[in-house]
């Protein structure tokens, strides 16, 4: 009867080990993804900060060639810089419905 007692608590032993392996692995696992998806999500915040500033420099170029009554470099400045936003913002966009679509 020892030998069988000594054999259930190993068996117990190691299931246990299996388990708390398993959740481990699971933990760690949403872990990671839970990282991945910060990381987009900041990336995310920064291209928007990045649009809304080129927006409203876009916006005083307007606002101050308006009141001067000319154009200047200030409006081609700010249009270049609201077209590489844009560029930067749209092919977020795009590698992230990819990224669905591969789900």
């Known amino acids: 009867m020892e030998i069988f007692e000594k054999i259930l608590v190993y068996v ?3 299931v246990q080990s ?3 392996g398993v959740i481990l692995y699971k ?3 949403n872990d990671a993804r839970a990282q991945e998806a910060q990381k987009i999500k900041e990336k995310g915040e920064l291209l928007n ?3 809304t ?8 170029a307007c606002a101050m060639a308006i009141k001067r009554g000319k154009v200047n470099g200030e ?3 700010a249009v270049n810089a609201y077209e590489a936003a844009k560029e930067k ?3 977020f ?3 992230q419905a990819i990224h669905c679509l591969k789900k």
Do not use: T
């Open 53 to 60: 500033a080129a927006n409203g420099k876009l916006s005083y």
């Open 75 to 77: 409006v081609e400045d």
């Open 89 to 91: 913002y749209y092919e």
């Open 93 to 95: 966009l795009n590698m």
């Open 27 to 29: 933990i760690k696992k």
């Open 49 to 51: 900060l990045e649009m």
């Open 12 to 14: 117990f032993a190691i």
């Open 18 to 20: 299996v388990i708390g």
